[in-house]
């Protein structure tokens, strides 16, 4: 393929501004999926995409367009597109940046309904810090509540260009979506062709997937030179050689190709079935003639911990394998093996948000058949003891005693909200209550302001997200980046459920929310927790004493009663004795249950203290 006729590009926009469906119809158009098979949302494969409609892992496809020469004397030519499709959510940031580093260019796009928003800026900003040519497109035109011209002047103010070079398309209707492909061939420039070994070559590997059969398959998007079937190739960084078992294109489903050569995204077949070798960011390269690695990428760091433990110890290798063969798909969360007295084995788990624990969750559930415990979300610590030594705290059931602790740090993150206006007299004393330091305020256009602070990270999980969509209708959004860490005054708060404490519930708050929060948790779990055959009770404990508690109502089983039919014959004294024959079974009951507590309670609680 002559480099001259491949652009390579992505669509970065805010989470539900519109971007699957642009992809879904640039797909038609082209011709690249006929339209008799088309569905919505085409490139999110995974059941949890559909189901959510959101993105969650980037999906590279390869388009061809023929593209109408605006000189008489040139020939029409064919051109190829390597669309990435990229997620909206800030939880899949990293995702994002994986594929801006494989392109040239980038469609920012902006709902013509809702105008600029604050992940738009953030995404924006690692497409200019990458160098890519930003194509402004405004989509969902054709919606009644479509603000066009408003938006225009915001997307030219915030580029600094003229809004007539902004684009206007419809992913619903399809309406603009072929200008938008020939000024993606005019605006966004053909890759770069290096001058390189002969015979050698280099890729760059921007994501990987496991198969059982062809072991990791790895996407690469090609720098120099050209790779094909049956070669001896090399991981730069891990130093793995291999043989390429094959290469190929996505069209979206992998197509096999003879070769794919400088300037193409596509995949290699390794038949590497070892984990640990394949690396985002490793450079795959010739054994024979090896050329320097390229720059790659920064490892992911963990925003959210949480530890995870299967509800059977016998499936504990079940467990470890399953988490193996997910990273293969998603290297943004960590994992190592942690022990625990009461949960037994487990791992803790490093996540970039809360979305994406709740999303590996449901898949190890989901894809593995694994019924899981999950502790409430965490983040780090560092906390000196009174023995003068510093730790560092993951799991808030490792969070040492109130008593113990001299002095705590915890993350802090910086934080840019963009809200209509009326609504910042309502996010004031809501942002006061989660402890944020306000920055900077200021116009945002057509009514609208931006807010720069400064909160803890741990006031940031604290319902944040559900609140500030419920006090702003829905309207505002949220950016946010890790800080520097500083000091903290938290607490530990323990639930005990039947007189025995639950490590996954336990949870690190802030002291001068140390008894709304015992009270908030304890009536969530009353509410959710089945019943049993027993009374029992859910307390919260913190500073060395029971804080809150609510009691659980046993199951209403009388002995005189069989069926629907009251127990006859004999006289009073026989009937108290069979009463109280059952009370003392009761009692022996209640002093030696344990209550197992089941997956779905520990999702609910989960979903109901965190969900974003």
């Keep these: 393929m002559d480099i001259k006729f491949i652009r390579n590009f992505s669509i970065i926009a805010h989470i539900d501004h519109g971007k699957s469906t642009l992809a879904d119809r640039m797909l038609e158009v082209t011709g690249t999926i006929e339209k008799r098979k088309m569905k919505d949302q085409v490139l999110d494969s995974m059941e949890l995409e559909r189901e959510r409609g959101i993105t969650i892992k980037m999906q590279p496809v390869r388009m061809l367009w023929h593209h109408e020469s605006l000189n008489q004397n040139e020939e029409q030519k064919s051109y190829v597109l390597n669309l990435i499709d990229t997620p909206g959510h800030i939880d899949f940031s990293y995702e994002v940046s994986r594929a801006l580093k494989a392109v040239e260019g980038s469609i920012l796009l902006v709902d013509a309904t809702q105008g600029v928003q604050a992940q738009t800026l953030t995404t924006l900003q690692m497409a200019r810090d990458l160098g890519l040519v930003i194509i402004p497109v405004i989509s969902k035109i054709d919606s009644p509540l479509a603000r066009i011209d408003e938006v225009k002047m915001e997307v030219a103010l915030l580029l600094d260009i003229d809004p007539d070079t902004i684009m206007l398309v419809s992913g619903r209707t399809g309406e603009g979506v072929k200008d938008l492909l020939s000024e993606i061939i005019k605006r966004i420039p053909a890759p770069h062709e290096h001058e390189i070994i002969s015979g050698s070559g280099r890729a760059l590997v921007f994501d990987f997937k496991y198969d059982n059969h062809r072991g990791v398959i790895v996407y690469v998007r090609v720098i120099d030179g050209e790779f094909k079937k049956g070669e001896s190739l090399l991981f730069a960084v891990s ?10 294109t996505f069209s979206p489903e992998e197509e096999i190709r003879e070769k794919i050569g400088t300037g193409e995204i596509g995949y290699i077949v390794t038949g590497i079935k070892k984990p640990g070798i394949a690396s985002v960011g490793d450079t795959i390269t010739y054994t024979k003639k090896p050329l320097e690695a390229l720059p790659g990428y920064m490892n992911p760091k963990p925003v959210v911990w949480a530890s995870v433990y299967p509800e059977s110890q016998d499936d504990f290798p079940n467990l470890k394998q399953a988490l193996s063969r997910l990273r293969l798909s998603d290297s943004s969360f960590s994992y190592e093996e942690e022990s625990s007295g009461t949960l037994g084995r487990g791992y803790r788990c490093g996540f970039l948000g809360m979305l994406h624990l709740e999303i590996i969750v449901e898949r190890l559930n989901r894809e593995f058949n694994l019924e899981l415990i999950v502790t409430m979300p965490s983040i780090t610590y560092k906390v ?13 059931h490792l969070f040492p005693d109130d008593g113990n602790v001299i002095k705590v740090l915890e993350p802090w993150v910086n934080v840019k909200i963009i809200t209509p206006s009326v609504y910042t007299s309502f996010l004031m004393p809501f942002l006061y209550e989660h402890e944020a330091l306000i920055k900077t305020t200021e116009n945002f256009g057509d009514n609208r302001s931006s807010i720069d602070l400064e909160m803890p990270l741990r006031e940031l ?21 890790i800080g520097d860490y500083r000091p903290a005054d938290v607490v530990r708060m323990d639930i005990i459920v039947a007189n025995e404490a639950m490590p996954a519930f336990c949870r690190v708050v802030s002291r001068r929310r140390v008894e709304d929060e015992a009270k908030a948790q304890v009536e969530k779990l009353q509410k959710i927790i089945p019943r049993q055959q027993f009374a029992f009770k859910i307390q919260a404990k913190a500073l060395g004493r029971i804080i809150s508690s609510e009691s659980v109502s046993a199951y209403r089983k009388d002995v005189l009663m069989h069926g629907s039919k009251v127990v006859g014959g004999g ?42």
Excluded at 467 to 478: C, E, N, Q, R, W
Excluded at 592 to 607: D, G
């Design 239 to 248: 130093s793995e050689k291999f043989i390429s078992l094959e290469v190929g």
């Design 461 to 481: 999980m604290r319902n944040f997200f559900d609140d500030m969509k419920s006090l702003t209708s829905g309207y505002a959004s949220i950016s946010y980046e």
């Design 384 to 396: 000196m003891v009174r023995n003068g030594k510093e730790e560092t705290i993951y799991s808030p």
């Design 571 to 612: 006289d009073v004294s026989r009937k108290k004795k069979l009463l109280e024959k059952q009370k003392k079974g009761k009692k022996r009951m209640q002093s030696e249950a344990k209550i197992n507590i089941s997956h779905e309670v520990f999702l609910k609680m989960m979903r109901s203290s965190n969900d974003k």
